[in-house]
């Protein structure tokens, strides 16, 4: 194990659906991100956060709320969302964002089906 | 000029052959390449990196090589094997933002027994 865990692995949504995305991560690290991974694409940066806060949002529609409590949880809020955000949406920690040849460490995603 | 372009997008490889996959860049900025491997099921993980001060690493029986004037890098796998099976993904950051990864679009590598 990677020490990141997500819930759900799984979730199918309607368009008109609220639900939530959950990461925790258990290796003591201060920065946590958001991926999303579609097919033969690259996986596309989403949030950082580093000791708590949003360092980068990269310009993901506002359907996608991040919600960051301590350095050890991150939250994905979802609500109308379309069936093209259908995905595998990764979380990842590393120790920091100031150090060179930063390590994230991944969780093994929530598979996001919008129907 | 961020982009990383990785191919073949899917490789077969019999047991015990030599895999390899290749990725360009533009941006001569970029000074970390990692790769990432990635099982069905799971999230990656980093397999191995390099910094373009030199021109090949070695871990095992994977080898980054980096061409700096080429701006290319290329991951080999020597004695594939099934269980190395998976998708793998370049990237490559910024100095100063090393944890702002740009990925490939990746690679699924199937070895055959």
């Known amino acids: 194990e990677t020490g990141v865990t997500q819930t759900p692995r799984h979730l199918v949504m309607g368009m008109t659906n609220k639900k939530s995305l959950k990461c925790e991560q258990h290796l003591g690290h201060n920065a946590m991100y958001w991926y999303k991974q579609s097919a033969k694409k690259p996986l596309e940066l989403m949030f950082v956060?580093?000791?708590?806060?949003?360092?980068e949002n990269n310009s993901v529609p506002s359907r996608f709320s991040p919600e960051c409590p301590n350095s050890s949880h991150l939250f994905l809020h979802l609500h109308t969302l379309q069936p093209e955000d259908s995905a595998l949406y990764l979380c990842?920690?590393?120790?920091?964002?100031?150090?060179?040849?930063?390590?994230?460490?991944f969780g093994s995603g929530t598979q996001l089906s919008v129907l | 000029q961020q982009q990383v372009k990785q191919s073949p997008q899917s490789l077969i490889v019999q047991k015990g052959g030599i895999s390899i996959i290749n990725c360009a860049y533009e941006n001569t900025a970029f000074d970390y390449f990692p790769w990432y491997q990635q099982f069905p099921g799971k999230g990656p993980a980093l397999l191995i990196a390099i910094r373009p001060d030199v021109s090949e690493k070695k871990e095992g029986r994977f080898t980054i090589s980096f061409n700096k004037s080429a701006k290319q890098f290329s991951l080999h796998i020597m004695d594939s094997q099934p269980g190395d099976s998976a998708t793998y993904f370049c990237?490559?950051?910024?100095?100063?933002?090393?944890?702002?990864?740009?990925f490939g679009s990746g690679t699924r590598l199937l070895v055959r027994p």
């Open positions: 990237a490559a950051s910024l100095a100063d933002s090393s944890y702002k990864l740009i």
């Open positions: 956060y580093n000791f708590k806060e949003q360092t």
């Open positions: 990842a920690s590393s120790r920091g964002t100031g150090g060179t040849n930063e390590k994230l460490f």
